[in-house]
DNA sequence: TAGATTGTTAATCGATTAACAATC
DNA sequence: TAGATTGTTAATCGATTAACAATC
């Protein structure tokens, strides 16, 4: 678990070697940084400081400002970063600043919250494909999308290059849709029911888990 | 920011002293071992190790052995950990062993799916109160909820005692919920919009996050 | 100029990991 | 017994923080 960006020292502008790979830690900060951004952006803020910033994510500020000068020096004295700017390095960073598409599976409740709701389209992501198994659905609009049938999953995902998958089914139906997943090439998984899905090591599932969120915030502002 | 648990010496037996308080990454990531715990319970589980669940949770197996190991010997060597009292010594860690109320804000299609999920049932949250703004929706009933006015949002806290409140209001009006949560004194918010929002220092606001979890995966697994 | 905030250093602390004896 | 997995050590690496000069 080498980590490539160092600590800081022969690195003054933008060098992210073609091979090298930031730290786990790294990269999941600048991911919570782009999601503040993009949406203070949206607020129509034009420049954010390390403190704000801060207030946000609940990292460290000066952990902040040590993770971006890593890369170069995007901000300004006195004044802050411009986020129109650090929102474009970032994605630089993260190699993330294209499209990617995804298929959302599921078109109960919480799968026409997720297709009516904009943010994953914030972020570059673009919701090609609604499937489910129920007849009663399929063929039913949601938003600009059409249920489809979940067995043309695998054509699906190569016309439409689907890089992930969102799960937004009932938890008895998550693994054989992951199954279906994993069979098509899918290696990213968005898992919002409960289930402990069974993967492959070369796929990489995250699960939503807003109770075990508020656990942890229960500890500390409960007790 | 002193860590109370101490790295494991004169702690053997279970040694969380009163005043003490787990620091922030033992309490996420005991909080994270609750939620897998939890779930292969209810498929049936009896024992897990902590190699199965360092696969679920992406947390290094030595790591989850040692913040076991800091609170007492739960562990049986060869066979791994009795799933139902890992819950229960968890829990008491974490103090969070009880029963805990939540208002949940919004009763469109993500406030219907969150109400007749069990997300939150399984770790000892109840949603008690679910409340929106739009008179259409006054007085309809979600599963064993009746949809109230906001304006009794500050009765229903003291009343009910409600510890938590969850948006699943469109973004534009969550700021104002907000404001009437700090009002009526609960200082743990989960967000499930995508707005930054204002808070006081001794209120925490934990925002979901979706698309920026996924920039993440996408980092690793697709570069 | 005065105030604000970055970029950076240096010091400390916690997380991570490999390795392995203990033991079920 | 043989195999598996915990509990624990020791060594390393990354995160965290305070502090402050640089500079907008």
Wanted: glycine share 10%; net charge negative.
């Amino acid at each position: 678990m080498a980590n490539p960006t160092g600590s800081g020292q022969e690195e003054n502008s933008l060098l992210i070697a073609e091979g090298e790979r930031l730290s786990l830690g790294v990269a999941a900060r600048l991911s919570r940084y782009l999601q503040v951004l993009t949406q203070a952006r949206k607020m129509g803020r034009e420049t954010i400081s390390s403190q704000e910033l801060s207030e946000y994510t609940h990292i460290n500020p000066t952990q902040i400002r040590r993770d971006l000068s890593g890369f170069g020096k995007f901000g300004k004295r006195g004044v802050g970063y411009r986020i129109e700017f650090l929102v474009e390095e970032i994605r630089k960073i993260l190699r993330t600043a294209g499209h990617h598409n995804i298929a959302l599976f599921g078109a109960g409740k919480l799968g026409e919250a997720i297709a009516n709701s904009d943010v994953f389209a914030d972020h570059g992501f673009e919701i090609v494909a609604l499937f489910d198994v129920d007849p009663a659905r399929i063929g039913k609009k949601v938003g600009a999308l059409t249920v489809r049938d979940i067995s043309g999953l695998k054509e699906a995902v190569k016309l439409d290059q689907i890089v992930v998958g969102v799960l937004a089914v009932p938890s008895a139906a998550a693994q054989s849709v992951t199954d279906g997943l994993v069979e098509a090439g899918v290696t990213v998984i968005f898992n919002y029911t409960e289930q402990l899905l069974q993967v492959p090591p070369e796929v990489n599932v995250h699960t939503s888990s807003p109770a075990a969120d508020l656990l942890y915030a229960l500890y500390f502002y409960l007790s």
